[in-house]
């Protein structure tokens, strides 16, 4: 039996057996408390955040183009069913870097979780360990990836790292991410700048400034021997007026801070802290010759993420990575650049099959994750929906937006004739274009 085609345990199949649960339900009265079409999903979670919130989580940079282009790229690609198959036993189980997964799904890494969820990456870990899902734990993590791991026994679980000033930073990151379980780096590349993202712009909000979303940094011993030494050095920068709006947020950042609310007011760590993040944080100056040094400060697999061009696939695996992530981060950095599907098929073809080639942006459904895995990725990774389920109830919302995706996942494989993700072939699509008869 091929590896990626072994039938689930219970040969009961999640698809039907989830839709039967739901439709139950139904007859007693009971509707679903997490929507299942993604829009609804949408307009629910931004009616119970905050303003702020979900501007930070559903913005993308510029006119939003890439965000657009993401879906519309998905809606070029048709499936083509087949019939008449044998397809009442499915499993859409892959073996990823040596563990064998319930589905070609992880979640991608996602920073600032407070502003969706008051238990933030705690209620993520949680959810995805009841389900084996693999969860990618941020840099920008509001909770340190130490707390995850303590909630997760040993379900999956990968670091994704933001390369910032520091190496030695970067270096006691990955020995911490390794002491506390993680099966994988990615690196992430297309963020070495902020991308120009009007909602957060207009509002005047970043999460970062009131030290929101620096919970790695703010427990780490390079971060904070750094932070005694530059407290003294480091330029101030612009000082916002002073207002109330100011001293609240001076207090909500000193509230976030590690340690007592008061005691951080009055020493100006909790502000220190964010100044030295905020200097440090990126690195445009990054060049392939650096992944050397990175590669040599781990033996975990180093997956790239960013990537959209063929010839840096090519670069990537030259260089000894061991997997690419095909994503623009969800159209948040390159306002006008391509529809990550649409980079899918060039890096898969460049890097012929030596490594995996994950992929994310645009997710939204069973269907799309069938045609990424159609057109070569080998798992997805899936982002915004889950925050919107985090937002809406937690641990229970996260993981039941995971569970309808591959419900989904499993029902579209079967009415398309395929048992397991291997027979999820290229030619189970089609490539239309929109508006041609
Ligand atoms: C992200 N993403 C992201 N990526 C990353 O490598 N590190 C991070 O900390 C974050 N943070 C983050 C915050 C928010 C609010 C969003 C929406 C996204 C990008 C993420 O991993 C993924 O690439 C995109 O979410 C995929 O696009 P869709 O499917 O969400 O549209």
């Not at 519309?72 to 064998?100: H, K, Q, T, Y």
């Not at 040993?154 to 190496?167: I, M």
């Not at 020493?267 to 100044?275: K, P």
């Not at 569970?403 to 004739?417: H, V, Y």
Request: with cysteine; hydrophobic share 40%; glycine share 10%.
């Amino acid at each position: 039996m091929a590896p990626d085609s072994q039938p689930p345990p219970s040969g009961e199949n999640p698809g039907p057996s989830r839709q039967r649960s739901i439709f139950i339900s139904g007859l007693g009265g009971r509707k679903p408390r997490i929507p299942i079409d993604h829009e609804r999903l949408e307009s629910e979670a931004k009616r119970i955040m905050s303003a702020e919130g979900f501007a930070y989580v559903a913005g993308g940079a510029g006119t939003e183009s890439t965000v657009r282009e993401n879906r519309a790229a998905f809606e070029r690609w048709r499936i083509v069913p087949r019939m008449l198959r044998d397809v009442s036993l499915r499993s859409s189980s892959v073996e990823l870097f040596g563990r064998r997964l319930p589905s070609p799904v992880l979640l991608a890494p996602v920073g600032v979780l407070e502003m969706a969820h008051r238990e933030a990456d705690l209620a993520v870990a949680r959810a995805a360990a009841s389900l084996n899902v693999p969860m990618v734990f941020s840099s920008q993590g509001s909770c340190t990836m130490e707390a995850c791991a303590s909630v997760m026994g040993d379900a999956p679980r990968w670091f994704q790292l933001y390369w910032g000033r520091s190496n030695e930073l970067a270096a006691s990151f990955l020995r911490r991410a390794e002491a506390c379980g993680c099966e994988a780096i990615v690196l992430t590349l297309d963020t070495s700048m902020l991308g120009w993202r009007p909602r957060d712009l207009d509002l005047g909000f970043l999460p970062f400034l009131r030290a929101q979303g620096i919970a790695q940094y703010t427990s780490d011993p390079v971060f904070l021997a750094a932070l005694e030494e530059v407290q003294e050095t480091e330029a101030p920068g612009p000082r916002p007026p002073l207002t109330p709006r100011t001293l609240l947020a001076a207090l909500e950042m000193a509230s976030y801070h590690p340690g007592s609310t008061l005691r951080n007011l009055r020493s100006g760590r909790a502000r220190a802290a964010v100044r030295h993040f905020v200097a440090t944080f990126s690195r445009p100056s990054l060049t392939w010759d650096d992944l050397s040094w990175l590669r040599d400060q781990t033996t975990l697999p180093l997956l790239l993420k960013g990537i959209l061009h063929p010839d840096d696939a090519r670069e990537a695996v030259g260089r000894g990575m061991d997997g690419l992530i095909v994503s623009n981060h969800g159209g948040r950095q390159v306002d006008g650049a391509l529809g990550a599907l649409d980079a899918l098929p060039g890096v898969v073809q460049a890097v012929e099959g030596r490594v995996p080639v994950l992929f994310d942006s645009g997710i939204r459904s069973g269907a799309d994750v069938f045609k990424a895995l159609a057109l070569g990725a080998r798992a997805i990774l899936l982002g915004r929906p889950w925050v919107y389920g985090l937002a809406l109830r937690g641990e229970e919302g996260v993981a039941e937006v995971v569970e309808n995706l591959t419900a989904e996942l499993d029902l579209t494989m079967g009415l398309a004739g395929c048992r397991s993700v291997n027979e999820i072939v290229r030619e189970t699509v089609q490539r239309v274009m929109p508006g041609a008869r």
